[in-house]
């Protein structure tokens, strides 16, 4: 009886990867696939992102979501203390690095590091920065040679070297983007504008740089108050425009619903909280589907890859509408990762990689 059920168990094993499979295939059709494999076998330098915000912004949350996996730390407080340092490397099964001391010094390694890992590093006190590489499972296509900086928020009144690691990382990391996260419920605070002036007079020093902004935890509007998206889009603009951010971008996100839709996805353990929070961004689509993609002020080829993923697994979706529910499931949730803001913020990031001439 255990043989049976063990082979019965390794078949649908195999049946879900095989489904998996398929349904990356309509994320990523066969062109995009072979000019990501050729980008893969040409040398590269690194693709710099920095990721920047005021405490408890969800930055974390962000970085995680990118990955597809919960590797950083993330809570309502500062939680993050050291620059860390996430470099996309696609053949790598596991995730591997250094943590190192402000004289550079290595202070230990690890070639499989888990989420508690990162978590410990972070804390130690005698850490300055982190070091990790891996395969961003959470984000198909993504540029060859990115390099993803996580910085300490700059307000956290207990610890002034949180605010002194976060100028440095804008000082000498060469990044060709910013990622600057608005969070929705804080939105005009004075840390909020103090943080934005640091990071204009670093785009006026360097026209290289590239700066997007994130409207994270975008799916706590209260609909009810007469909150909605595409006002406090117009809102964030107007905010920014005042603060001397001509023409903002501005990508709205719901990351922890893009980070729990990829643990899904990813067969990794949930909490019932989560998946919780996961059904009620369902339901909070019902009516809008298409509202995070189409609000985003950006580029509007940018819009037109992720309505074109959107309307394959559309598509995929409505052909295998008698499948099991398992495919049907999956599905879904790939849905949801494109209509959460995060592959909007993918292709802009994997845009602007190209336009660089790396491809």
């Known amino acids: 009886m ?11 094993k195999k049946l879900n990867l095989l489904n998996n499979k398929a349904i990356q ?23 710099d ?8 912004a969800g930055k974390s949350t962000l970085i995680n979501a990118l990955l597809g996996r919960e590797l950083l730390h993330a809570a309502n407080e500062a939680t993050t203390a050291c620059l860390t340092s ?8 596991f995730y591997k690095g250094s943590c190192y001391a402000i004289s550079g010094d290595k202070i230990s390694m690890s070639d499989n590091i888990s989420g508690e890992q990162m978590r410990l590093w972070n804390a130690d006190p005698n850490v300055n920065q982190i070091e990790i590489s891996g395969s ?20 956290n009144s207990r610890d002034e070297q949180h605010e002194i ?13 910013i990622v600057y996260i608005l969070n929705t419920e804080q939105l005009g605070t004075n840390d909020d504008k103090s943080l934005l002036m640091v990071v204009r007079k670093k785009l006026e020093e360097d026209i290289m740089v590239k700066i997007v902004f994130v409207l994270n935890k975008i799916d706590l509007l209260d609909i009810e108050r007469g909150e909605n998206v595409r006002g406090f889009i117009f809102k964030t603009k107007e905010y920014l425009e005042r603060l001397g951010f001509g023409n903002p971008e501005i990508i709205p996100i719901a990351s922890n619903s893009a980070l729990y839709a990829r643990k899904f996805i990813n067969k990794e353990m949930m909490t019932s909280m989560q998946l919780k929070n996961l059904n009620q961004f369902i339901g909070w689509f019902q009516d809008e589907k298409n509202i995070l993609i189409d609000s985003a002020i950006v580029d509007d080829k940018i ?29 879904q949730m790939y849905q949801l990762v494109a209509c959460s803001g995060i592959r909007t913020l993918e292709f802009f990031i994997q845009n602007h990689h190209s336009e660089r001439g790396f491809e």
């Open 2 to 12: 255990n043989k049976r059920k063990r082979k019965a168990k390794k078949k649908l």
């Open 25 to 47: 295939k309509l994320v990523m059709p066969n062109e995009m696939r072979k000019s990501i494999q050729e980008q893969q076998m040409m040398p590269s330098d690194p693709f």
């Open 49 to 56: 992102v920095l990721v920047i915000a005021t405490m408890s």
């Open 86 to 93: 996430i470099e996309h490397r696609d053949t790598e099964q």
């Open 136 to 155: 961003f499972f959470g984000l198909p296509g993504c540029a060859h040679g990115l390099v993803l900086h996580d910085t300490p928020g700059p307000n």
């Open 165 to 177: 690691v976060m100028q440095e990382a804008l000082d000498h990391v060469r990044s060709k983007i």
């Open 303 to 331: 819009k037109k890859d992720v309505f074109d993923e959107l309307h394959r697994l559309e598509n995929a979706a409505e052909k295998r509408k008698f499948s099991s529910a398992y495919i049907q499931r999956m599905l």
